[in-house]
């Protein structure tokens, strides 16, 4: 009996150890109970993943949700889930297409009619290292979508943000923006070789640089933007990656998975406490690290660059000439 004391005793060392790690890198719950009832609540991308999470939390919490997606069979679908599972009643989805910038002004349209208040806006969705794809308006898919997109959304709902104050706006950025850089040259990916990673990595420190800038210029109106990093989390995200779908990384990465993948509901908390908490009422141009609010990469933090880079993007998505439904008439050569 003595000779099996050892052994398993580092057993369950190892184990309570393994779990311990699991519960640290995975971060905890949302720690505030608050509840939202009729705030309106819009999320981006909530069809599946950290959105659909997002959605259903904020639902529990007794939002107004609105499910932004484009594939309306999907958002249809999520929606009947999430009021399911939440009883809530008020939870409706529209059609947002981030890669097409008549799309977002069609929706953005949608909502002014619609909404006279919007309270909380999560701009959660996103591509992650597609081939080399544009968006309908010829910019270079992860820029558009996970960051242009959502640039030219926001602004045009701030009016209502503004009128709905004390308002937030939440953007899901990554860890990945620490090896992003702007290249104001080749922002598109015009001139240099194609790299899907590196523009995914970009299209996160833009998101980064966007909530800096809007914060610095949203001061005194009452209306709040924070960007996230959600943690590791098991989703859809990795679908142009191909090592979601593959059985031998699927078996030899396993165990790794387990202990450092989040569930969809964990990595939906950070988002979840940065629209509801309290405690987080006035926090505004940070960057949180799960539930921590963290010091981004240095480049995030260059306003040179986002004064730049919010030019540059009005330019790029006809902000300042609000008839033009696009920049470009071509789309760009892939
Ligand atoms: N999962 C992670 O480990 C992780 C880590 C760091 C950061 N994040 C960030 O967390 C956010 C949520 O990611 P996730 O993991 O939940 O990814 P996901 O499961 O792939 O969900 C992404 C969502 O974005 C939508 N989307 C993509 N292109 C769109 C477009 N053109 N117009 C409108 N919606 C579009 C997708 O819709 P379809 O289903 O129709 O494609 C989907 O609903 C993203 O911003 C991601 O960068 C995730």
């Not at 806006?121 to 979508?145: I, K, S, Y």
């Not at 909530?211 to 142009?240: C, D, F, I, Y």
């Not at 790794?256 to 405690?279: D, I, N, R």
């Amino acid at each position: 009996m003595n000779r099996y004391l050892l052994p398993l005793s580092v057993l369950g060392t190892a184990v309570g150890g393994a779990v311990l790690l699991r519960d640290y890198v995975a971060g905890g719950a949302c720690p505030s109970k608050a509840t939202i009832p009729g705030k309106t609540v819009i999320v981006t991308g909530a069809n599946t993943g950290i959105g659909k999470q997002t959605a259903m939390e904020l639902a529990r919490r007794g939002g107004n949700v609105i499910l932004a997606c484009r594939d309306m069979e999907k958002c249809e679908a999520a929606a009947k889930d999430i009021r399911g599972e939440t009883l809530n009643h008020r939870v409706r989805a529209r059609h947002l297409d981030l890669a097409s910038l008549k799309s977002i002004r069609e929706f953005a349209a949608k909502i002014t009619e619609e909404e006279k208040q919007v309270h909380v806006l999560v701009n959660n969705a996103a591509v992650m290292r597609c081939p080399h794809w544009t968006t309908e308006d010829g910019f270079e898919m992860q820029f558009g979508v996970n960051y242009l997109g959502h640039f030219l959304l926001t602004n045009l709902l701030l009016d209502r943000l503004k009128a709905s104050a004390p308002s937030r706006i939440i953007n899901l950025s990554s860890l990945a923006h620490i090896a992003g850089h702007i290249d104001f040259d080749d922002l598109n990916w015009e001139k240099r070789k194609y790299d899907t990673r590196a523009a995914y990595c970009q299209s996160k420190l833009a998101i980064i640089l966007f909530t800096k800038e809007l914060s610095r210029r949203l001061q005194g109106t009452g209306v709040m933007v924070n960007a996230v990093h959600p943690g590791v989390a098991r989703t859809e995200l990795g679908r142009h990656t191909g090592m979601h779908s593959s059985a031998f990384s699927s078996f030899t990465l396993g165990p790794v998975f387990w202990l450092l993948v989040k569930s969809p509901e964990l990595a939906a908390q950070p988002s979840t406490y940065l629209a509801v908490a309290e405690e987080l009422e006035g926090v505004s141009g940070k960057y949180f690290d799960g539930l921590k609010e963290k010091a981004p990469a240095p480049e995030a933090e260059n306003e040179e660059i986002a004064q730049r880079l919010w030019a540059e993007s009005a330019r790029l998505v006809g902000l300042e000439m609000p008839r033009a439904s696009s920049v470009r008439k071509e789309p760009l050569p892939k």
